[in-house]
């Protein structure tokens, strides 16, 4: 039988336009130093960010199912100008999260 993955959660927020200014900040960077930099990604790391800080006012804390989220509404995004995607995005947000949580992301642990 296999093994059931734990979720992974975030604090309560306390302060989550902070959060969300940290994570769009956070993106932004991590946006810019995967390829170059283009400007459609403040607009890609806003929109982000604005999904998260809805989530999280809304109280959802739990770090899968804010990826879903975000992959979700940044479907709706015109990502034509860019060289990601919404799976890229969401995946960026996860390891960025785990990161500021101190969880290593590579393996699993």
């Known amino acids: ?10 604090p309560p927020a306390q302060n989550p ?5 940290w994570l769009q900040e956070t993106l932004l960077a991590w946006l810019d130093s995967e390829f170059i930099p ?4 403040q ?22 199912s ?8 940044m479907q709706a995004y015109d990502f034509s ?9 969401a995946n960026a947000v996860s390891d960025l999260l785990l990161e500021s949580l101190g969880i290593d992301k590579c393996c699993g642990q």
């Open 1 to 10: 039988m296999s093994e059931t993955i734990e979720p992974i959660t975030l």
């Open 17 to 21: 336009e902070q959060e969300s200014q």
């Open 38 to 41: 283009e400007a459609a990604n």
């Open 43 to 64: 607009q890609i790391a806003k929109r982000a960010a604005q999904i998260y800080l809805r989530q999280r006012m809304e109280g959802e804390n739990d770090v899968g």
């Open 66 to 73: 804010l990826v879903i989220a975000i992959v979700t509404e």
């Open 81 to 89: 100008k860019s060289f990601y995607g919404e799976f890229a995005i």
